[in-house]
Each structure stands twice: as structure tokens, then as C-alpha cells.
């Protein structure tokens, strides 16, 4: 049974500095791209990166282009989102997921999604 943990998220302020992770466990991690998705209140679950198995390709949402990064360590079985310069509109709860076909940027293309953590931006 694959589970996905994610954690790393906080409070923190406009223009800082956050390091999410995901573990993966349950299946091999290095057969699956993996996806950071997103969610505000209120709000659809927007794309926000992903990552090949191999750790590449990557894919941004053009509002985090040059301010975030995905990483893998299929060692670890382990996704990390780096997010730099963060903004309130980043507020949201971070979740991550196994692509299992389709396209990288809709949320039906995953499966297994971890349980999601929370970052939060203050103006």
C-alpha cells in the first residue's frame, strides 16, 4: 500500500524560505513521476510542479516558475519542493502525489496523495 507523507510546510514571512518533502513508501518510488499540488480555501487544487522518474523532466505552474523548485532523491524515496521569495497567494495546504498517466498538470493524472501540510505566508 503506498503512502505519501509530506511535511516542512509553517508560518513564515513574504519573501522567505520554505523546504517541503513528501516520503514515499509502499512501492518502488523511483517507477512514478511525482507532482506537487496545492490547495487554498475555497479553492480548486491547483498544479503547482512536477518531476520525471528519473528527475526529469520538471513542469512549473507559471506562477512559481524561478521561485520554486522540485528535486528528488530516489534513494530516500523522497520528493522536495524548494520555495524561495514566498508570497501570500502561496498560502495553501501542499500536497503531493504519484503521476499514473496523463497529463502533469491535472490533478486526475495522480494517485496515492499524502495527507498534505500547511504554509502559510504573512504580508
Known amino acids: 500500500q503506498v503512502q505519501l507523507v509530506a511535511s516542512g510546510g509553517g508560518l513564515v514571512q513574504t519573501g522567505g524560505s520554505l523546504r517541503l518533502s513528501c516520503l514515499f513508501s509502499g512501492r518502488s518510488f523511483s517507477m512514478y513521476a511525482m507532482g506537487w499540488f496545492r490547495q487554498a480555501p475555497g479553492k480548486e487544487r491547483d498544479f503547482v510542479a512536477a518531476?520525471?522518474?528519473?528527475?526529469?523532466?520538471?513542469h512549473y505552474a507559471d506562477s512559481v516558475k524561478g521561485r520554486f523548485t522540485i528535486s528528488r532523491d530516489n534513494a530516500k524515496n523522497t520528493v522536495f519542493l524548494q520555495m524561495n521569495s514566498l508570497k501570500p497567494e502561496d498560502t495553501a495546504v501542499y500536497s503531493c502525489?504519484?503521476?499514473?498517466?496523463?497529463?502533469?498538470?491535472?490533478?486526475?493524472?495522480?494517485?496515492?496523495w499524502g495527507q498534505g501540510t500547511q504554509v502559510t505566508v504573512s504580508s
Open positions: 502525489a504519484a503521476h499514473i498517466g496523463g497529463t502533469y498538470y491535472n490533478y486526475q493524472s495522480y494517485a496515492y
Open positions: 518531476i520525471g522518474q528519473g528527475g526529469e523532466p520538471t
